[in-house]
Each structure stands twice: as C-alpha cells, then as structure tokens.
T-cell receptor, first 106, second 116 residues
Framework: GEDVEQSLFLSVREGDSSVINCTYT??????LYWYKQEPGAGLQLLTY?????DMKQDQRLTVLLNKKDKHLSLRIADTQTGDSAIYFC??????FGQGTILTVHP | GAVVSQHPSWVICKSGTSVKIECRSL??????MFWYRQFPKQSLMLMAT?????????EQGVEKDKFLINHASLTLSTLTVTSAHPEDSSFYIC????????????FGNGTRLTVT
C-alpha cells in the first residue's frame, strides 16, 4: 500500500532556511501536497506540485520533487517564528506523512 | 478559495452522552468528505469516508456504531460520537474535496472533544 515518511522534528533559527523532507512508496498519484497545521487548528494547504514537475516556487516556499527517488521536499526561505507548526506531506489518496514539527528559535 | 467550516470548535461532555460534529463546505459542493482523528503530536488517522446519499466507508478498526456518519446533502456531513467515553477524547478534523480524485483536500479547523 501507500506509505509516506517524514522526519519528525526540525529546529531552525529565525532567518535561516528550513528543509522538510518526505519520501513515498507509490507513484500513481498526479499530485503531492504540503499542509501546515498550527496548534489546535485544522490543516492549511500550503502548496502542491504536479507529478510531472521537478520544482515549484511560491514566494518563500520551494517544492522539489525527485520522482526517481520518490522524494519530496519543502524549503521555507527566511523562516519566521510564525512558521512554527506541523507540516504534513500528503500523497494521492489521503496518505499522510507523520508530520514534521518545525520549531523556529528567535 | 474553498472553505470548510467545522462546528463546534470544542466540546466537553460527560461519559455516556453523544456528541454531534458538523462539517460544512461553504462555497462548493462536496460529494465526498473525510473524517479524521488526531492524537497529540501525531498525524491524522483517517476514520471514514463520507459519501453523499450513501453509507460511509469506515477504515479498519473504526467502530461504525460508535462513530455515526451522515452525509445528507452535498454541503454537510456530520459525525456523531455515541455513548462517548474518556478514551474518545481527541481532536477530530473533517475535510472535503471539490471534485476530482486529485484535487486538494480542504480541511475544517477541527473539533476538540473532551469526555469527562
């Protein structure tokens, strides 16, 4: 079946870049998504990428997709304290990664 | 953009009572909605897929008589936690898709259920 894995924790200093990684096992879906969850809240769609793309940039967010290695990453430039949250990689039919807890230190 | 409204945001109830949580798609029609449960610092666990006009599809290990799902219209799905117990305390989140299989999921803000 489908499986999505992420690193559980990431800690960065304010102003640095954050890179959150995700690997997946299936390859049939057209889209891969990144969601952000702030404490006690629902999930907010951050960005997504088509499976026929290698990279997508949206302001401070850059998504890289390596289809050969089935690896997806989310880079947040100039990370701010407001970026502290849990980030979920989501693949295809509702397959969630475990979530990466991003902590940004002043 | 697509908005999913979930109500209530939080609820406290006594053991043995039932609690209903509503999930509404405000500006689109959703033939399919999804219900999740999330434990602290963990990922979302899909509980069931709610299909408008038909029975919900439950994931393995989820008691359908315990978690009643009704999807009576294209904009509303409800989850009723029946005879709630303290172990049912959790964060429940719903989501909906606009149309196709690959369109993004849009999430409600979740409901924090505490059973005393």
């Amino acid at each position: 079946g489908e499986d999505v894995e992420q690193s559980l924790f990431l800690s960065v200093r304010e102003g640095d870049s954050s890179v959150i990684n995700c690997t997946y096992t299936d390859s049939s879906s057209t889209y891969l998504y990144w969601y952000k969850q702030e404490p006690g809240a629902g999930l907010q769609l951050l960005t997504y990428i088509f499976s026929n793309m290698d990279m997508k940039q949206d302001q401070r967010l850059t998504v890289l997709l390596n289809k050969k290695d089935k690896h997806l990453s989310l880079r947040i430039a100039d990370t701010q304290t407001g970026d502290s949250a849990i980030y979920f990689c989501v693949y295809g039919k509702l397959t969630f990664g475990q979530g990466t807890i991003l902590t940004v230190h002043p | 953009g697509a908005v999913v409204s979930q109500h209530p945001s939080w609820v406290i109830c006594k053991s043995g009572t039932s609690v209903k949580i509503e999930c509404r798609s405000l500006d689109f029609q959703a033939t399919t909605m999804f219900w999740y449960r999330q434990f602290p610092k963990q990922s979302l666990m899909l509980m069931a897929t709610s299909n408008e006009g038909s029975k919900a599809t439950y994931e393995q290990g989820v008691e359908k008589d315990k978690f009643l799902i009704n999807h009576a219209s294209l904009t509303l799905s409800t989850l009723t936690v029946t005879s709630a117990h303290p172990e049912d305390s959790s964060f429940y989140i719903c989501s909906a898709r606009i149309s196709s299989y690959n369109s993004p999921l849009h999430f409600g803000n979740g409901t924090r259920l505490t059973v005393t």
